[in-house]
């Protein structure tokens, strides 16, 4: 079983965090999707990840393309079978099956914008109260911060 992870996003912007999160999941062994509904959204994120990490790119693709099974990174609002992790952002939703069936679920959310708060603090009561583990994760002078636990 799977655990969520949220990320209120306070001093480092989306653009940042992302192309690091997902280094990490793929250091894993990994294959990731990143859930979103915005197709601008999803565009800029693709031209983000093609310039970061500095010493490269991580390769992956947008969904809908003849070649999404192949992607080691997705992103889109395709289903979640077959993908190790789940990275929601721009408010995407994550259901407890999309955790239970991943390793890990990030769910990433501005922390300057109050809806997002909002939303993020639905998917943490929704998720926790079905049993999914979870954690909740804050900047604090630069570094992240594990600021509550529900196992």
């Known amino acids: 079983m799977g ?3 949220f990320y209120h996003l306070t001093d480092s912007p989306l653009d940042a965090t992302l192309p690091m999160l997902i280094g990490k999941a793929r250091e894993a062994g990994w294959r990731v999707l990143v859930k979103g509904h915005d ?3 999803m565009k800029r994120l693709d031209e983000v990840l093609w310039l970061r990490p500095e010493d490269g790119f991580l390769p992956h693709g947008l969904a809908g393309g003849p070649h999404d099974d192949d ?3 997705l992103l889109g609002d395709a ?3 077959g993908f190790a992790c789940v990275m929601s ?6 259901t407890p099956d999309e955790v239970v069936a991943s390793e890990r679920t990030c769910i990433l959310f501005d922390g300057h914008d109050g809806a997002a708060l909002e939303h993020a603090r639905g998917q943490w009561k929704a998720l926790t109260d079905a049993g999914c583990p979870a954690q ?4 604090e002078d630069g570094r992240w911060t594990k600021k509550a ?3």
């Open 3 to 5: 655990a969520a992870y």
């Open 39 to 41: 197709e601008v959204l």
């Open 71 to 73: 992607q080691p990174v």
């Open 79 to 81: 289903p979640a079978d």
């Open 89 to 94: 952002v721009g408010g995407a939703d994550i």
């Open 136 to 139: 909740y994760w804050a900047q």
């Open 149 to 151: 636990e529900k196992a």
